[in-house]
């Protein structure tokens, strides 16, 4: 892993349009506010926070699947450079088999339709990577092969196959363009934990095989603990708290991300609960409150809090935090 | 006698592509005051098994007839299974026994009120007028942490938000005040802080109304933190029972255990995470003796001859392994 990150997004928002018609005026929903974030090239990088934080949207933003309001993002693998707000058609096509995405469902994202041979030949086909259909048949037994299918099954359909199977023929497919960048939603969260542990160990191994570079986003810390090296935690859109995974974990610096941290229920049936218990949940991202967004449910939240945004800023070399009050606390 | 006793239930369902086999000679035992953890993996038969208890199942199921549902009322024991009438039901049904679902925006009617719902279940069930059953519903919706209880009231349910929508799940549940709460994954579709509170909630309810509780969750963190005793189910037979401590701390089926080691532990950030080997079966290739044998790694011949039988370890932790017992010197 090195230090040069793969993908640099600076003051990144994404907003949508709710409501607003004919004659009423228009509305506008932030999903990401502001966001800096550097995803060193190689790591495995985490985004967590609860649902309506902005995770998936920020995902989607960086691989330029939604439109971006503001800020910049930059992606840089060492072989090609692009500034994604403003790029040519000919080079957006070029980021799509750099930078590819697996989904959280495995049953939704196959079509019931297609073999496995064409579900994971696809992308091949539409981005006119390979020349003939020997090709890519080549590429698609290669790349089956590396995510521990059996060639035998490729004729079949997605219906004769197990969640964990169908997870790793989602996996195939995102990988047979040879990417560089992968974003990875939620993409063990609809499995069993027995499967779950062993689609964690694919994707590790697969990134030390490719060299690839993760952004791994997950609501569950636990999971996010075992397999990532970087973790970021949203909030309504922010980012409040990055850290190397140990450090996080060991000495979380944002209250937010110290509450979720002990709201996970421990295996450990002597365990006391959690310490630091969150009241309420998260604010309608339609109607954020001013000031730092996290101060309606913060039991430290002074004045300054309900007036002021705080920005993220370095409390050591790695470690970056948003919060007035984190060198008291 | 226990609150609910339930022995051999084996049910199957028939279907076009033959009867498959979803509970298979189940036992286990939930007490007033006590929580019941039923833990396993999607297609284990948790679900059907809850069902069964509330007869919820669909029509094509069938249930052998040695399998006995007991359940504990005040005026004697009635077994749930030889009620022939959906009026009978209704003892049961939201009377003794409620069931909180996993997703509570399909279990509330969407065009009905909150408060109606409530109201309409509480008049049924409790034979009180409307304007009581209100004042109650507005009360529990309170004590399960509703703000503006007589607000949320008279909303509908997509307004009130996921976390708030279990909430007022809860308090419909319990409105009747039933002997027996059925939770089947309360907390699966909530983020984790607010999972926590609806766990912290539902021992505060435990503790005051003294209801027995089955919890059915695939999540032992959850089941670690709730339950006092845990029933480990695999392709709809139990294979381990005991206490939540005995069986995390101390588990003796090749399953539990390896449940356990694919679990990721924030205790222990850098354990390897070691998947149980292999899928779970499809229910029309049910295997022969032991079902987990096909993935087990201490499988010997005699697992997939005969069906191992549970075995006591102690006077509160069963196991149904041959190699395991044997090697706890229980067999």
Sequence with gaps: MSDTPIISAGNLSVDFQIGGGLFTSKKFLRAVNRVFIDIPKGSFFGLVGESGSGKTTLGRALLKAVPISDGKIRYSDGEVDYSLRAMNHADLKEYRKRAQLIFQDPYAALSPRMTVRDIIAEPL?????????EESDQRVRDIADKCRLNLEHLRRFPHAFSGGQRQRISIARSLV????????????AALDVSIQADILNLLKDLQNEFGLTYLFISHDLSVVAHICDH??????????????????FQAPRHPYTKALLSAIPSIDPDHEGAVQKLEGEIPSPTNPPPGCKFNTRCRFAIDICRKEEPRLEHSSKEHDVACHRWEEL | MSLLTVNNLTLQ????????????????????????????ESGSGKTVTAKSIMRLNSSNAVYAPESRLLLKLDDGDVDILSLKHKRDMQVVRGGSVSMIFQEPMASFAPAITIGDQMVEQLVLHKKITKKKASDISIEMLDRVGIS?????????????????????????????????????????????????QVI????????????????????????????????VMYLGRIVEQGTVRDVIKNPAHPYTLGLLD???????????????PGDIPSPLERPSGCVFHTRCALAEPRCSQSIPKMVALDQQHTVACFVEAEKRGAA
Excluded: C, W
């Design chain 2, 13 to 40: 369902f028939d279907t076009d592509e033959g009867r498959i086999t979803a509970v298979d000679d189940v036992s286990f035992e939930v007490n007033s005051g006590g929580v019941l953890g039923l833990v396993g």
């Design chain 1, 125 to 133: 086909e539409v981005m006119r990577i390979t020349k003939s259909r």
């Design chain 2, 148 to 196: 503006d209880a007589d607000k949320r009231f008279k909303q509908y349910a997509f307004e009130l938000s996921g976390g708030m929508r279990q909430r007022a799940m809860i308090a419909m549940a319990l409105s009747t005040r039933p002997k027996l709460l059925i939770a089947d994954e309360p907390t699966t579709a909530l983020d984790v802080t607010i999972q926590a």
């Design chain 2, 262 to 276: 694919a679990l990721p532990k924030l205790e222990d950030m850098d354990a390897p995470l070691t998947p149980v």
């Design chain 2, 200 to 231: 912290d909630l539902m021992k505060d309810l435990v503790t005051e109304f003294g209801m027995g509780i089955i919890f059915i969750t695939h999540d032992l963190g959850v089941i670690a933190q709730t339950a006092d005793r845990v029933a």
């Design chain 1, 231 to 248: 973790v970021a935690v949203m909030y309504l859109g922010r980012l409040v708290e990055t850290a190397p995974t140990r450090e996080l």
């Design chain 1, 177 to 188: 363009s040879n990417p560089k960048f992968v974003v990875a939603d939620e993409s063990v």
